[in-house]
């Protein structure tokens, strides 16, 4: 089995910078990619951005592209999502994923993210 838990959420201001951490525990050689999700109330859960375990390859959804760099620290099975400039629009919970070989998917219980001036 594998567990994910986030931390880092909080309150920034617009244009400020916050940075996610997912720490995986368990059975970690079973997971082959990391994806982030966000959702803010009364909307539609949203994509993200995504790296593999091994780090080599990462993706960004359009509405964080540069502004968001998703990075994997291999000392202790952690992926950060550092997020800079932050705006009203990306005030959400945000969630990590485990993705596993074999397709299935592990979710954490989320961080809150307030942006806020």
């Known amino acids: 089995q594998v567990q994910v838990v986030e931390s880092g959420g909080g309150e920034v201001q617009p244009g400020g910078s916050l940075r996610l951490s997912c720490t995986a525990s368990?059975?970690?050689?079973?997971?082959?990619?990391i994806r982030w999700y966000r959702q803010a109330p009364e909307k539609q859960r949203e994509y993200v951005a995504f790296?593999?375990?091994?780090?080599?390859?990462?993706h960004y959804a359009d509405p964080v592209k540069g502004r968001c760099t998703i990075t994997k620290d291999n000392t202790d099975n952690t992926v950060y999502l550092q997020m800079s400039n932050l705006k009203a629009e990306d005030a959400a919970t945000y969630f990590c994923?485990?993705?596993?070989?074999?397709?299935?998917?592990?979710w954490g219980q989320g961080t809150q993210v307030t942006v806020s001036s």
């Open positions: 994923v485990a993705v596993l070989t074999g397709g299935t998917q592990t």
């Open positions: 368990g059975s970690v050689s079973s997971i082959s990619g």
């Open positions: 790296t593999l375990w091994t780090g080599v390859r990462t």
